[in-house]
């Protein structure tokens, strides 16, 4: 896209491709919760009931391993399939936010309109999301995972308390590989000599937004002050295997009717919609708005209030249950609660 003084709100609908990699770059980087791998976005193949208001995600069974093993055909071997009813149920948020010309002409200064414009949607949206897995998280840890996934620390975080919590998954404590931690409690655990900064041997988001990685316990650390907001001064940490909370995207459908410029971009399962319109507020103002439908949820736990809920029904213990069948061992996050260092 070049880029001129002429550049209007008409571009941000050509589809370019750097809109889109604008798009996919600054969703990434502003969400330490995905780049982390603590939340994991599947794809529309792997999330069922899509025309409906709560994301269906099935538990894959293993590969099957009985049986003889001399090859002795050339049959295929049994085909994988869900694994009965263990299916994670986590309500669709819809979000919406209008910006004015007015109110975006400062971010224009200089730029390129259309870059700007997705670069700043990209944000919002990850900001939404983060928002979602962290309230989900809340909730799930409120009532369900209180007593078997969680544990509360005496003081500061310590390595004692630490591994109390891991230990709360029993042989598959070696799978949590991410701490998530506040901003604060990170320092805490810096300044008592917890965290070790390993040299990375490949090009990752987080030592793109750092400069470095650490390790606590063995797991890689990231800091997120909304993931791990405190409740009275106690600060929840979680410790999770890769793709402990599943979230997922889903296209905003769009109205025959609708007198607005819309189009639903999507890319990596990033789904956004973005509207051109002119309010007749003001004298007519020319205005962006942008519309995400998401959904997130600790997998293992199962939502069962209405939908399109609200932030605090998202975090709302009785709102959500254990899926029936799914082991507790196989609910990979626990969580360590501390104080902070006087």
């Known amino acids: 896209m070049a880029v001129s003084a002429t550049t209007t709100y008409t571009d941000l609908f050509a589809h370019d491709e750097v809109i889109l990699d604008t798009m996919a770059g600054e969703f990434t980087t502003q969400i330490n919760a995905t780049t982390s791998g603590i939340i994991q976005f599947i794809p529309d ?108 620390g005496a003081g500061a975080i310590n390595k004692s308390d630490s591994i109390e919590a891991k230990k709360l998954l029993g042989d598959k404590a ?54 791990c907001a405190p409740a009275s001064d106690v600060y929840p940490t979680y410790f999770a295997a890769p793709g402990a909370i599943v979230s997922h995207m889903k296209s905003v459908p769009v109205s025959a009717e609708t007198a607005g410029f819309v189009r639903n971009f999507e890319v990596n399962g990033i789904k956004i919609q973005v509207e051109q319109s002119r309010t007749q507020d003001r004298g007519g103002t020319d205005s962006i708005t942008a519309r995400i439908s998401i959904a997130a949820g600790v997998q293992g736990l199962a939502w069962g209030s209405t939908a399109n809920p609200t932030w605090t029904a998202l975090a709302t213990g009785s ?11 196989n609910i990979k996050i626990v969580r360590v609660t501390n104080s902070l260092s006087a």
Do not use: C
């Open 45 to 152: 193949s792997m999330a069922t009931n899509l025309s409906g208001h709560t994301l269906a995600a099935p538990k894959w069974d293993n590969l099957d391993y009985t049986g003889a093993t001399q090859i002795t055909g050339t049959a295929d071997a049994p085909a994988i399939s869900v694994e009965g009813d263990l299916t994670t149920l986590a309500p669709y948020v819809n979000y919406e936010q209008r910006w004015g010309m007015d109110f975006l002409a400062s971010a224009f200064s200089r730029k390129d309109p259309g870059v700007e414009i997705m670069a700043q949607v990209a944000r919002w949206a990850a900001d939404m999301a983060t928002y979602v897995g962290a309230q989900s998280t809340t909730g799930a840890f409120a009532t369900a995972l209180a007593t078997t996934h969680s544990y509360s």
């Open 174 to 227: 070696d799978l949590l590989k991410i701490a998530m931690m506040h901003g604060y409690v990170s320092a805490d655990a810096l300044k008592d000599g917890l965290v070790t900064s390993v040299l990375q041997n490949q090009v990752s988001a987080e030592l793109y937004r750092t400069g470095s990685l650490g390790l606590f316990l063995g797991m890689n650390t990231y800091s997120n002050d909304v993931f």
């Open 319 to 329: 709102n959500w249950s254990k899926v029936t069948g799914w082991a507790d061992k």
